[in-house]
């Protein structure tokens, strides 16, 4: 499922709680699935990594660009379409937030040789 859009062409079509998002898309793709997550990892204070030391408390954000209700197109116009099955959002530097400049489509070895140590 690939969309090659730009964000204008896509504003016309509405999902719940008025996210837009691209045709071809819809609350099953595996792209907004990884849109949600982000914003339930920042942005939600029963999630235990919000406010302490996995996202929040490191400083980790969501860029304003992919908030409010084009967060999603933004979102898909910045990364592209997921490539396969085996790739999932990554961000290049984990102490930084989830921008355009910092996250890409990752391999399961692409993300184990980009991972946070814990102590």
């Known amino acids: 499922m690939a969309w090659y859009g730009t964000p204008g062409a896509a504003k016309a079509w509405y999902g719940t709680r008025g ?9 099953r793709c595996p792209e907004y699935g990884a849109w949600k997550n982000i914003r339930h990892r920042i942005d939600n204070p029963k999630n235990r990594g919000a406010g302490g030391d996995d996202y929040g408390g490191r400083g980790v954000t969501l860029c ?6 084009m967060g999603f197109i933004h979102f898909v116009a910045d990364l592209g379409p997921r490539p ?26 692409e993300h184990n040789a980009n991972k946070v140590e814990r102590v």
């Open 64 to 69: 304003d660009r992919w908030r409010g209700p």
């Open 84 to 109: 396969s099955r085996e790739h999932s959002l990554d961000r290049r530097d984990n102490d930084e937030g989830y921008t355009p400049e910092n996250c890409r489509w990752a391999t399961r070895a």
């Open 19 to 27: 996210s837009a998002k691209p045709e071809g898309y819809d609350s």
